[in-house]
């Protein structure tokens, strides 16, 4: 398994903020991870990449340890966070270029123009990120998670704020890449999950209530959307 999750537990003083969650994640799926505003989605994501720790359970990245193998695991990790951080002022190539060295890889200009050709800023590459568009930020962010070939892919709320076809083409490239990785996917729309995910988990008020194959919602004429209203109000 590329994620294993046990029985993790997180608190912020007295409210607890995630409550006994378990999951595991295997290579080459897409899972949708869906939950209210404040469910807990975000803080699960910050423990699995190692910017929260937990207060009770374990987790396994690519079978190494988060509280005990933190640098490896980061290693295996690519996260793009909901509100994407850039060095605005920095050109692509440049802000890929530190990216890199930050990652130390061998054969950085080959892994640069490589993500730049997949995540399609070639046309780009040579402005500054504050004058790229949402969307082409977007695609930074994600060229940035890719750099150093993660097995493991975070994505926070990767399409927020889109336009409809900046939403299309960054569905298409998230599926793409989750064809050889593991992508965890937070999002508020369903139709994302519809789109690019072959599983749905779904936590609300820390607990996971749902965690099923899309096909199988599918096959049993369940709608996402009144499923996940069910469960969650």
Do not use: W
């Not at 969650?21 to 799926?29: A, W, Y």
């Not at 123009?113 to 969307?135: A, D, F, M, P, R």
């Not at 977007?138 to 890719?146: I, S």
């Amino acid at each position: 398994m590329s994620i294993t999750v046990k029985n993790i537990s997180k608190f912020y003083g007295e409210q607890q903020a995630l409550s006994n969650v378990s999951f595991s994640l295997k290579k080459g799926e897409i899972v949708g991870f869906l939950g209210p505003n404040g469910a807990g989605k975000s803080t699960l994501m910050k423990i699995i990449t190692c910017y929260l720790k937990q207060d009770d359970g374990r987790i396994q990245v690519c079978k190494l340890d988060t509280l005990e193998k933190e640098l490896s695991v980061k290693k295996n990790i690519g996260y793009l966070a909901e509100n994407n951080p850039l060095y605005s002022n920095m050109y692509v190539k440049e802000y890929l270029n530190f990216i890199g060295s930050v990652y130390k890889i061998s054969d950085k200009e080959k892994k640069i123009q490589e993500v730049i050709k997949n995540t399609g800023l070639i046309i780009e590459e040579k402005k500054k990120i504050n004058k790229l568009s949402k969307g082409f930020k977007q695609r930074v962010g994600l060229a940035a998670a890719l750099i150093h070939d993660p097995e493991v892919l975070i994505l926070d709320e990767p399409t927020t704020g889109l336009d409809p076809n900046q939403l299309s083409e960054i569905r298409a490239l998230i599926k793409n890449v989750g064809e050889h990785k593991t992508v965890l996917l937070s999002t508020h729309i369903m139709q994302e999950v519809d789109k690019i995910c072959n599983r749905v988990i779904i936590i609300n008020k820390g607990k996971i209530v749902d965690d099923q194959l899309i096909e199988n919602l599918k096959k049993n004429n369940i709608d996402l959307e009144q499923h996940f209203q069910k469960l969650t109000n």
